[in-house]
């Protein structure tokens, strides 16, 4: 007799989606919007979080498939925009990985004591980049070990801050006061070009979806899955964020080394805890990137076979991995770095985060639109789980995201207000982005040229 599958519980679908999208280098930017992030974090969950993982689970159900985002864009609007949705959820790993490289050595400098001249530093990252790339090659169950321990890590690191800031909260006081004017929403661009970063720590709960068919009732498990673990990340990412609230004054808080600036703070001086969390800090960097290879090089690599994407995306070895995609990643990261020491921007960190922020936005501003027109057009079809409300509420929770993410994405980018910190920090950004969209648009219709060759 064989024996049945074990089926995924509520509480395992919670779980892995905490640990898949929470990261820990995004604390610093979104505690450096200052008090009143802990109403924007409960207005985004509110009104794009839910919204967008009921959609997400509709989406990924009814369409089942390894292409995910780029299958239902696609079955949308048509190989074209899917091709501009694999490039955009694409292209922002390998930005991604550089700015995680420029932040690996950022730590490492700052637990050492030390400053590394700009070869030595550039050549680290290299090497952090290529480690990445070369390990996102393998079968994840080579690295299960490797995502098991950062998942431990990330958990530790986020509740030593939260503990570590009410011990000092309650003993010596805080650096930011928390009277409910200042936990009210600020309306500055300062402020308001963070809420992206907000947005970004919701990304990923499409995973979700994808565990319907070893769930025993997946429409009651999806929505509490999303419910529950979207509370669960909003309150660890909170918790974080007091205890960097009660290190450093907003003002003085850095989006690079905001997170171990306040564990230096509270604990009084650099020592062996200090030290201990900036290693566990380094090696999450790390870990994240090796666990999200695999979906962003699949979806590249399916893109690729439908040529939608240039048939080198589309290369494997001979298991079967992604290896095309892979190496592209380590290229394009690899020129980022090097080109870093010649980006006039006071954080480099920030910069090309931001962009890599800015172009998995865009890719998720296609699936809200794919989902109305599927189920506008495509309504017929059986969907094992549905989201609930009629045509009012199915565009209430369509546009209402869409409108969120578009005006995100145009204040973390554009230079609003002329000012010169403005245009030193955004002006790379917003070049960035033009550049990484023309030439996204140039690779999808060289793809669509080869396509029309080999008909």
Request: aromatic share 14%.
């Given at each position: 007799m064989m024996k049945e599958k074990k089926k995924f519980r509520l509480f395992d679908a919670v779980l892995m989606a905490v640990v898949v999208v929470m990261v820990v280098e995004s604390v610093a930017p979104a505690a450096a919007i200052g008090n009143s992030q802990f109403f924007w974090w409960i207005f985004l969950l509110i009104l794009f979080f839910i919204p967008y993982g009921l959609i997400s689970s509709e989406l990924g159900t009814t369409y089942a498939g390894e292409g995910g985002l780029y299958d239902w864009v696609k079955q949308a609007f048509g190989s074209r925009w899917g091709g501009r949705l694999a490039w955009a959820y694409w292209v922002n790993y390998p930005i991604w990985m550089a700015s995680l490289a420029v932040l690996f050595v950022q730590v490492g400098e700052q637990i050492l004591g030390i400053h590394l001249s700009t070869p030595v530093?550039?050549?680290?990252?290299?090497?952090?980049?290529?480690?990445?790339v070369f390990a996102g090659n393998k079968p994840v169950s080579e690295s299960k070990w490797i995502m098991n321990i950062a998942a431990i890590g990330k958990i530790f690191i986020i509740l030593s801050l939260a503990i570590l800031g009410i011990h000092v909260a309650m003993t010596h006081g805080v650096a930011n006061s928390f009277?409910?004017?200042?936990?009210?929403?600020?309306?500055?661009?300062?402020?308001?070009?963070?809420?992206?970063?907000?947005?970004?720590?919701?990304?990923?709960?499409?995973?979700?979806a994808t565990m319907a068919d070893d769930m025993t009732d997946p429409k009651r498990q999806i929505p509490k899955a999303i419910i529950y673990g979207g509370g669960l990340i909003v309150l660890f990412y909170l918790l974080a964020s007091f205890g960097m609230s009660v290190a450093i004054p907003t003002s003085q808080l850095s989006a690079s080394g905001g997170l171990l600036d306040s564990f230096i703070q509270l604990v009084g001086h650099m020592n062996w805890f200090v030290v201990l969390i900036g290693v566990l800090f380094m090696y999450n960097l790390l870990s994240e990137m090796i666990s999200w290879a695999l979906g962003v090089n699949y979806v590249a690599d399916y893109a690729a076979k439908d040529h939608a994407l240039p048939s080198l995306f589309g290369k494997e070895d001979k298991n079967g991995m992604p290896i095309g995609a892979g190496y592209l990643n380590g290229i394009v990261a690899t020129v980022l770095v090097i080109a870093a020491p010649f980006i006039p921007n006071p954080d480099i960190f920030w910069a090309f985060f931001s962009l890599n922020v800015i172009a998995l936005l865009v890719s998720y501003t296609m699936m809200f639109p794919a989902f109305w027109k599927l189920r506008r057009d495509d309504a017929t079809r059986e969907r094992p789980f549905k989201v609930p409300g009629g045509k009012l509420m199915i565009n209430l929770m369509t546009w209402i995201p869409e409108v969120l993410l578009i005006i995100t994405i145009i204040l973390t980018a554009v230079p609003l207000n002329g000012s010169s910190d403005e245009l030193s920090s955004k002006r790379p950004i917003l070049i960035g982005t033009i550049?990484?969209?023309?030439?996204?648009?140039?690779?999808v219709r060289i793809a669509e040229q080869h396509k029309g060759k080999e008909i």
């Open positions: 530093n550039v050549g680290i990252q290299l090497l952090f980049v290529w480690g990445t009277a409910p004017k200042n936990l009210l929403p600020a309306f500055n661009l300062s402020s308001l070009s963070n809420l992206s970063v907000i947005i970004f720590n919701f990304l990923g709960f499409e995973v979700v550049i990484v969209f023309v030439v996204g648009e140039l690779v």
